[in-house]
Structures are given as C-alpha cells and as structure tokens.
C-alpha cells in the first residue's frame, strides 16, 4: 500500500497516506474531517511523535520498521472502517486528549466551543457553582467543564455502566476526582435533587432513518448512544420536562439534538429555542433559560 525506499522521509510517508486514505472508502468525521490531517495524526502515532517532534523532523528518512508500523495502522483503517480515534484510544476535545474505546462515542460536539468562552454571556462563570453534564460517555464535556470553572461541581451522568468506566479512566487521567461526581442514572431518575446554574447535554438523538444511511465508522459506536427512538427526540423531550426541576433561577439548558431541530420546533412550537451558532463548525444545539422552560414546556 504505501511505497517506501531507503530515502523515505516523515513527510514524504504523510503524503502517501494522505493519498491513501483519500483513495480509500473511509469517512472522516470523528476528529478530523479531511484526509490530510487524519493522515498526519495516524502516522505521528504511529511513530508516537508529537506535532512539535514531526515539524523537526519532516525530513528525517524513517527505518523499514517504523513504514511498516504505519502502514499496519493504515491498513486497519481502511479495510476495519474503524473512526481513528478506537484504533489509537485517544481523541481530543477542548484541546484535551481523553482515552476512547468502543464503550463510548467518540468526542466531537461542537459544545467545546462554548465551554471554552465560558458560556458567556448566558452565565456569568463567577457564579456558576455547580454544572450537570448528562449522557456524558467519555466525560469529555464534564471535564472540560472542570477545567473551565475550576471552582463549580460538575456531576456526570450517565445510564451505562461500560461508558461510566471510560468516564472514570478519564476523570483519573486528568486529576479531578475531587471535582467531577459520577452518577449512574436513567437521565433524571437517580439523580438527588439540586439546582444547578447549567446542565448540558449531548444525548442519543439519530433517528432510525438516519441510521439506516451513515457512514460505517458511525455504527462502530454503540448503537444507544447514538439512536433515539421517536424521530431522535425520545430523550430529549424527557430532559425538556424534568429539566425546569434541577435548574437554577438564573440557569440554563444546553442540547444537542443534530439534525432534529426542525422536529422539535414543531412539537414545542411556543419554546423560543435559541440555536446557537459555531466559529469552528457544528449546528443543532439550542440553549434555554430556565424561565423560558418553566412558562413553555408544557404548553
């Protein structure tokens, strides 16, 4: 698949697995979302190199072993259909590398763009002191959040198992036990009562038409952390209702639902959803005020 020869350098080998994968049948979409770049992260992992090492080194002419450890990773990657990101178990998310398997999705919400401006100006981040992360998988958005308001409580919710422990090699990872709380529930059902100034979530939300046309490294990830049933809307219109409950007087909801903003609008026609809009790309998450929730929802 790739050719190589004794003058073979980092760069040169960058180049023909970019070709590779563009040749390929793959689609990118869990981490990057080109064949360049996902060509530069596989084959600096390979060579467990990081960016700063690979700018050094783009003219340094590799062994025969390290193209062949290239080249394995490659192979894999186009003929296994597996997103990058389980072939190495890391993926990076507000500038944050977290451990990934098949347990969990793999990060990519565009909510990192709004943790990292502090969800400004919906809150003021001095008086955020306690956030609720719901359906967090890998905890990704639950620890950013820990780093961003160093002095908030952060409860990471979850209703499985398997991805909770994901959740716990990735709190340890980055140290904050004593910040970010797991919680093993079914949404709202097991979690005690608490206002909290945010609650975020990234829920199941795909319908069953749209699982049935994406792409094969898609169903690599579990199919329930992906798949809602009711047109994608299943959970969210639970977490719409119980939401009012465990917010603040000043709080606000924040959810994804990808593709299913127009179902929503038009079965919450009186809920005045905020869509938000991304500098780095990424659409379908609305923020609500919990005044809004309280007057709306149930009308």
């Known amino acids: 698949m790739l050719k190589s020869d004794k003058n073979t350098t980092l760069i040169n080998l960058i180049h023909q697995v970019n070709q590779a994968l563009e040749q390929a049948d793959v689609y990118f979409g869990h ?118 308001f160093e002095y908030a409580r952060v409860d990471a919710i979850d209703i499985d198992p398997d991805a909770l422990e994901v959740a716990k090699i990735n709190i340890a990872k980055h140290k904050v036990e004593q910040q970010v709380n797991i919680i093993q529930s079914d949404l709202f059902e097991q979690v005690p009562p608490h206002q909290y100034d945010i609650i975020i979530s990234n829920p199941p939300y795909v319908s069953q038409d749209e699982m049935d046309v994406i792409p094969a490294e898609y169903l690599t990830e579990p199919h329930h952390a992906l798949h809602a049933h009711d047109e994608g809307l299943a959970l969210v219109e639970r977490i719409l209702t119980k939401a009012p409950s465990y917010l603040s007087d000043e709080g606000i909801l924040i959810v994804e639902v990808g593709n299913g903003r127009e179902r929503l609008e038009a079965r919450y026609p009186h809920l005045p959803f905020l869509w938000l809009e991304f500098e780095h790309g990424g659409q379908g998450v609305f923020l609500l005020e919990k005044s809004q929730l309280t007057q709306n929802v149930d009308r």
């Not at 050094?56 to 290239?70: C, P, Y």
């Open 31 to 148: 981490g990057t979302d080109n064949a360049w770049d996902e060509a530069v992260a596989l084959v600096l992992h390979a060579l467990d190199l990081s960016f700063n090492e690979a700018h050094e080194n783009q003219a340094r002419v590799l062994t025969s072993d390290e193209i062949k450890k290239v080249e394995a990773l490659l192979t894999r990657r186009i003929h296994e259909k597996k997103p990058l990101a389980y072939l190495t178990q890391e993926a990076y998310f507000f500038g944050l590398p977290f451990y990934v398997d098949e347990r969990v999705i793999i990060p990519r919400s565009p909510i990192a763009e709004l943790i990292e401006k502090h969800f400004m100006p919906w809150v003021n981040p001095d008086k955020v002191t306690s956030i609720l992360d719901m359906c967090t998988g890998s905890a990704c958005i639950a620890i950013a959040c820990a780093y961003a």
